[in-house]
């Protein structure tokens, strides 16, 4: 996959992709709509944020009822679902960066680190955001 990443699909059989793709299916179905379902708030107060962005502090101002359990599930939510896949690509890398090291063209090897690299650079992009947020 790191050398010839469009022929991964030759190396990876169907059956895990459609099971990696699930479980991130569910997992984001389990971590957004379902702690919605469970704990129904209603909102008492007019349904005007005045900010350019929806943030969480601000929605939860509009609801009578008592939020903090939302609150401690959506934090929760955050620490688990924020470092688990970072952690997991910090890891990897090393490990990639190994993989391309050993691939001998040199034609290819550049291939791959452009590659790499540009994922490098949204993830660091994706995940120094949310690290701040």
């Not at 924020?82 to 190994?98: D, E, G, H, Q, T």
């Not at 790499?116 to 994706?126: A, C, D, P």
Request: hydrophobic residues 55%; aromatic residues 12%; positive net charge.
């Amino acid at each position: 996959a790191i050398s010839d990443p469009l022929g991964c699909n030759l190396v990876t059989p169907a059956r895990v992709c459609i099971v990696m793709a699930l479980f991130a299916w569910v997992t984001t179905f389990l971590l957004t709509v379902l702690p919605i379902l469970l704990f129904p708030i209603s909102a008492c107060r007019h349904s005007l944020v005045n900010h350019f962005s929806c943030e969480r502090q601000a929605l939860l101002k509009l609801f009578c009822s008592n939020t903090v359990f939302l609150e401690v599930m959506m934090m929760v939510c955050a620490v688990t679902s924020v470092p688990v896949p970072f952690m997991f690509i910090l890891i990897s890398y090393p490990c990639v960066l190994r993989a391309v090291l050993r691939i001998h063209p040199t034609e290819t090897r550049l291939n791959a680190f452009s590659a790499r690299g540009s994922h490098l650079v949204v993830f660091t992009i994706y995940f120094g955001t949310l690290i701040f947020m």
